[in-house]
């Protein structure tokens, strides 16, 4: 009898095909095409069945649900063509948050992929001589610019071959594919010395042994890890060692009782043996850290002017541009990788190339706050206070609690995992609502706002926050403030 009446219930449900033709969307369907009527149609109907399936709905609902039917199809259709990628503000201060796309592209880069990507553009076509060109020679030189200085005083001080060799640059999708060409291009069947306190893993459960596993080269480990000396790389070299590798830990630190070889020795013993030596920095900056205070995290030209051969690193990291992994060094050992096959593989699109070119002149022209991610650490805790204040003393309500309190920004992203920005932090509290409840709320706003709770309060840190973006939190704030 409980089936009968069920199927009696579903009997009252129009087809998909009648939904989608009914007269009331006609006007949906001229808009948005007759495909996407029906998809949103099925979609409903789907639901309705299910709910007569669970017992939720009977012929008083149906009667209800199908009076306002077309309603329905035109909220299922906006729902199905709303994007998932959508932007939101970060108000963590980390500034380059994985989950939150890392770093942002400046204006200068948009501009260029939009120029360049709404046409056809000279991506493989050499304008001089109208044959087909390479896709590297767009950023290949600005990367020669750049690392010139590590060049010149290498020269000068004549520390390693590498001073007479010309320094080259290839970008592939990510950092982890630039290590999966170097390695597969200069070790494959052979060993690669790697300290044991330096296996690390990085975001989602991804571990340089496993990438060096689909390298086809063979891991070689020396040291415990936490103390690893040079004796140990030296006495581990064999017939089939084919690379020393160094991997910067960027995103975790060993303190205490340990000990780890300096580059330069590294450098010297890979010259002594004619053995390439490689360093996976991760996040590769192209500016002296040191000015924003972060120490212990080396730069690309630190690692080349100390002989590194081959260094790998990201591109929308503290490069601050899109992702990318670019491999940079040798220009003898760089062509090796151009001509692997795997290289074609792991090479990356126009709109890549444009969003890097446009950053890496920014570097070029010294214009350090056009790129956000610089801009970001190099913001004053005074100029994020003076910001804070403003949006404070329009918070002021009887349900929000505001307080200005000091605190700390980080770089996230796995790169300089111990270093802190001073900053200058919005905590607001919500009578009747908890600190998760108020960060949900936050967090389905429109634009999503993404903060910190800590201690039973939201926490706003507006490093992190684009000063056009201050109005629209604001709003955000007075809406839950109601």
């Not at 007569?52 to 209800?64: H, M, S, T, V, Y």
């Not at 109208?130 to 200085?149: I, M, P, S, W, Y």
């Not at 390693?160 to 170097?182: D, G, R, Y």
């Not at 002989?307 to 591109?315: K, M, P, R």
Request: with cysteine; proline share 3%; hydrophobic share 45%.
């Amino acid at each position: 009898m409980l089936t009968e009446s069920k199927t009696d219930l579903y009997r009252k449900l129009p087809s998909v095909d009648q939904l989608a033709r009914r007269a009331g969307l006609a006007p949906l369907v001229m808009q948005e095409g007759q495909v996407a009527v029906t998809d949103a149609a099925r979609a409903v109907l789907s639901s309705m069945r299910n709910e007569i399936d669970a017992g939720r709905l009977d012929a008083k609902g149906i009667e209800l649900a199908l009076s306002h039917i077309d309603a329905a199809v035109e909220r299922q259709l906006r729902q199905m063509l709303r994007y998932s990628l959508k932007p939101l503000i970060n108000a963590t201060g980390v500034i380059l948050h994985t989950n939150l796309g890392r770093a942002t592209l400046s204006a200068a880069a948009i501009d260029h992929i939009r120029e360049t990507c709404l046409t056809y553009s000279n991506l493989e076509f050499d304008l001089t001589t109208g044959q087909r060109g390479k896709r590297d020679v767009h950023v290949e030189r600005l990367f020669a610019t750049l690392l010139q200085n590590s060049t010149q005083q290498l020269a000068a001080t004549a520390r390693s071959s590498l001073a007479e060799k010309k320094i080259s640059t290839i970008v592939v999708n990510n950092n982890a594919a630039a290590v999966l060409l170097a390695l597969n291009t200069l070790a494959e069947g052979g060993e690669v010395i790697v300290s044991r306190g330096e296996l690390v893993e990085i975001g989602g459960s991804f571990r340089i042994p496993d990438v060096m596993a689909k390298s086809n080269a063979v891991l070689r480990e020396v040291g415990t890890t936490n103390r690893t000396r040079i004796r140990d790389y030296e006495q581990a070299i064999n017939e089939k060692t084919r690379l020393l590798l160094r991997v910067h830990r960027s995103n975790f630190e060993i303190t205490g009782f340990t000990e780890q070889p300096e580059l330069g020795e590294l450098v010297g013993l890979a010259r002594e043996r004619k053995i390439p030596f490689m360093e996976d920095l991760g996040s590769g900056a192209l500016f002296d850290l040191r000015s924003v205070g972060v120490t212990g995290e080396p730069s690309v030209l630190d690692s080349l002017r100390a002989g590194v051969d081959i260094v790998t690193y990201s591109g929308d990291k503290l490069l601050g541009g899109p992702q990318a992994g670019i491999i940079s060094g040798r220009a003898d050992l760089v062509a090796r990788m151009r001509s692997n096959s795997l290289f074609r593989a792991l090479r990356v699109d126009k709109l890549v190339y444009a969003a890097l070119e446009a950053t890496l002149m920014a570097y070029i022209k010294g214009d350090h706050d056009a790129i956000s991610t610089v801009r970001m650490m190099r913001l004053s805790k005074h100029q994020i206070a003076t910001r804070a204040e403003a949006i404070a003393k329009e918070l002021s309500t009887s349900k929000l609690l505001v307080e200005l309190i000091d605190g700390e920004s980080v770089i996230g992203g796995g790169a300089a995992p111990s270093a802190v920005l001073p900053t200058r932090l919005i905590a607001i509290s919500r009578d009747g609502l908890s600190a998760d409840e108020v960060a949900a709320s936050l967090r389905a706003s429109h634009p999503p706002v993404i903060s910190r709770v800590e201690q039973g309060r939201v926490l706003l840190d507006l490093r992190t926050v684009f000063p056009e973006q201050d109005e629209v939190l604001i709003q955000t704030l007075q809406q839950i403030a109601r």
